[in-house]
């Protein structure tokens, strides 16, 4: 009897799948493995962290005397905080080249300062240029009218030479026996000045034309 239970029991063995079930299975881990790659909506995850954002302006003294920094007063020119007691004056503009070729400074420039930087201490590629600058206080002489400043704009007074130059002279000043003249306004052309225009001053910029009358006041 024992035997006969033993035989039995060697004699039932599991049928096999059918091979559609089998392809079943394997179509539904295939399914399992793809959905443990994406997020939710079917959208790529990237755990990298946020992409870096833009470099920050560069800290004080990389570009030597760039537009908004100061700097001394005397023989030797030296950028300086301007917050500094030593600080006399601010760039307003700083360009490549000379005053002659390059692009014209601001109206209210006070004086230009010629900029060379040399050697492998140079600290940006400005290494030849001038810089714009302006007083951080009073006097002002490239303001109009001052008899200063390293251009001539509108309110400037001047006296002519029989060279065909102009010299500029303070609005204020009562002294010389020159006669003197007031650029009363700038346009494109001669021929735009106004017909009672005495004097014709080369200026720069976008309106190298200035219209001068005589002054008799003075």
Not at 142 to 162: H, I, W, Y
Not at 169 to 191: K, N
Not at 204 to 218: I, L, Q
Request: charged share 20%; aromatic share 4%; with cysteine.
């Amino acid at each position: 009897m024992d035997e006969r239970m033993s035989s039995g029991a060697r004699s039932r063995r599991p049928a096999p799948l059918p091979a559609r079930a089998v392809l079943a299975v394997a179509a539904v881990v295939v399914a399992l493995l793809l959905a443990a790659c994406e997020a939710p909506g079917g959208t790529a995850t990237d755990d990298r962290g946020p992409v870096p954002g833009p470099p920050a302006p560069s800290p004080y003294g990389v570009v030597f005397l760039g537009p908004g920094d100061c700097s001394s007063r005397g023989p030797v020119i030296r950028e300086v905080f301007c917050r500094s007691e030593k600080a006399a004056a601010t760039v307003l503009a700083r360009h490549l080249g000379t005053p002659s070729s390059g692009p014209p400074c601001p109206d209210a420039t006070d004086f230009v300062l010629h900029v060379s930087e040399t050697g492998t201490g140079a600290r940006s590629r400005l290494t030849t240029g001038y810089a714009c600058m302006r007083n951080l206080e009073p006097p002002h002489p490239g303001d109009p009218g001052q008899g200063g400043g390293p251009l001539t704009v509108v309110g400037d007074c001047v006296t002519a030479s029989r060279a065909g130059e102009v010299t500029e002279t303070a609005c204020a000043d009562a002294g010389g026996r020159a006669p003197r003249y007031r650029v009363e306004s700038a346009v494109r052309r001669r021929d735009q000045c106004p017909d009672d225009t005495d004097l014709f001053v080369s200026l720069r910029g976008e309106k190298p034309v200035g219209c001068a009358r005589r002054s008799t006041g003075w």
